[in-house]
């Protein structure tokens, strides 16, 4: 007896030793926080595990959001045999040992669910060698990825597997996670209501580091509630989720770029501050900038492209971070300044003209004639020099003969454009006139 006693005793310790995340992880999908999208009553993942049949899915979302939790348990409820494999840590003869072991299995009429976590690590080889496996019913894939499917993932594979998209916590789904954990230790984190905030907001809606934090908390103890200074000495700031080679890299930018496009200086100059803060290269910054100035901003501000430039040149020549304001400020010029694709449009159909009329030549007047042969041939003859007409512009054709007038460039009334489309409208009526 005193030895049951003794193992009891052992297990009760080892179980508090466990980490608090993984003591808190749900027994079920209903305990999961955060993805009623996907595990409410009417959530696609609820209603497979409710009918007991699993297709196979890709589970897509940031760290921390219950990817390996909801795998598990959906085996659990759908009463398949859970099997995991990590892509980091697993190769060919892991993945040939798992298919078997599933044959085997299927064999004796058991569902095996293979969940693979971090999936878009294996390279394309490997991902087709699931292919066959997953077509025959042997497994169930269920992949984990915390980056996006589109970009790193066989489209074959794709093909076999719902994408379902997981959400990063909000600040009420983190709140259920701390009254859980508080619950779980039988009292309540050392800290005052403000700090109480601001370790949520350091949690940036990843539910595991939140109970990671919350239980150095509770280890470290506190005679009275802590503010959120001495929350700041206790925990270091968690450093922003980017990846500048991945699609959060490519989904910053664009923000940036829409929301200077769509003169918007205040969200240009968060996400500006959410790029720098990641650690992006302010040079990358700097020219796409220098290619706003030039597609949207255009002609309606001309001095946007040197200004852009010259942001540029002052981040080269100070660093940062002072370099850092002039790419804000060139930011804030372009986001409040007039736009225009204009000249963007007209070059596009410039070239589409170009490509269509193949090899026409200019007309004779306008053709450079700097040999006696070329002038007795025609060439420059009756040319007028437009700064000494009368109103300084002639009027002649400047088309191939074999080809009608086309007008590309269309100005907008937006900022300097507009007075360019003035002068525009006064030559095309000369133009007229002199042609009549």
């Known amino acids: 007896m005193s030895d049951l006693f003794a193992a009891a005793g052992m297990e009760t310790e080892l179980e508090g030793k466990r980490p608090l995340a993984d003591r808190l992880r749900p027994a079920s999908l209903d305990e999961v926080v955060g993805q009623d999208h996907l595990l409410g009553p ?15 899915m890709i589970l897509w979302g940031p760290p921390g959001t219950g990817k390996t939790t909801i795998a598990r348990l959906l085996a659990r409820e759908a009463g398949y045999e859970f099997q995991q494999l990590s892509a980091v840590f697993s190769g060919v003869a892991d993945l040939k040992k798992a298919f078997e072991t599933a044959r085997t299995r299927r064999m004796a009429g058991q569902a095996t669910l293979l969940f693979v976590d971090e999936i878009h690590r294996f390279n394309r080889a490997q991902q087709d060698g699931f292919l066959p496996f997953v077509e025959e019913g042997i497994v169930t894939l269920v992949g984990a990825t915390t980056e996006n499917p589109s970009f790193e993932l066989n489209g074959a594979l794709l093909s076999r597997c719902q994408v379902y998209v997981l959400k990063r916590l909000d600040d009420a789904a983190l709140e259920q996670l701390l009254a859980k954990a508080e619950a779980q230790e039988g009292r309540e984190l050392p800290l005052a209501p403000e700090a109480r905030g601001a370790l949520v907001a350091l949690a940036d809606g990843d539910g595991r580091y939140l109970l990671t934090m919350a239980e150095t908390l509770f280890n470290i103890g506190s005679a009275r509630p802590m503010t959120t200074a001495e929350l700041g000495q206790v925990l270091q700031k968690r450093s922003i989720a980017y990846d500048k080679d991945r699609e959060e890299h490519y989904n910053l930018i664009s923000a940036l770029h829409k929301s200077v496009r769509g003169s918007d200086p205040d969200a240009a100059l968060y996400w500006l501050a959410r790029m720098l803060e990641g650690g992006e290269d302010p040079l990358f910054i700097a020219r796409r900038l ?78 450079n004639a700097p040999t006696k042969l070329m002038k007795d041939l025609g060439y420059g003859k009756g040319y007028q020099y437009d700064p000494d007409t009368a109103e300084g512009f002639s009027g002649q054709n400047y088309f191939p003969d074999e080809m009608d007038r086309v007008q590309f460039y269309k100005p907008t009334d937006q900022g300097v454009e507009a007075k360019v489309k003035e002068r525009l409208e006064r030559w095309a009526s000369l133009r007229a006139g002199k042609g009549s």
Not at 290 to 300: F, H, K, Q, T, Y
Not at 306 to 321: C, E
Not at 339 to 344: D, E, H, L, T
């Open 290 to 367: 220098v290619r706003m100035a030039i597609e949207d901003v255009g002609a309606a501000d001309p001095m946007s492209l040197v200004l852009a430039n010259a942001a540029k040149d002052t981040y080269d020549f100070l660093g940062s971070p002072e370099g850092e304001l002039a790419l804000a400020q060139i930011t804030v010029h372009m986001a409040c300044a007039p736009k225009s694709v204009s000249v963007y449009k007209a070059f596009g159909a410039a070239m589409k003209a170009a490509k269509e009329t193949g090899s026409l030549t200019p007309p004779a007047h306008i053709r």
């Open 42 to 56: 009417e959530g696609p993942i609820r209603r497979m595990a409710n009918a007991k049949r699993l297709s196979s």
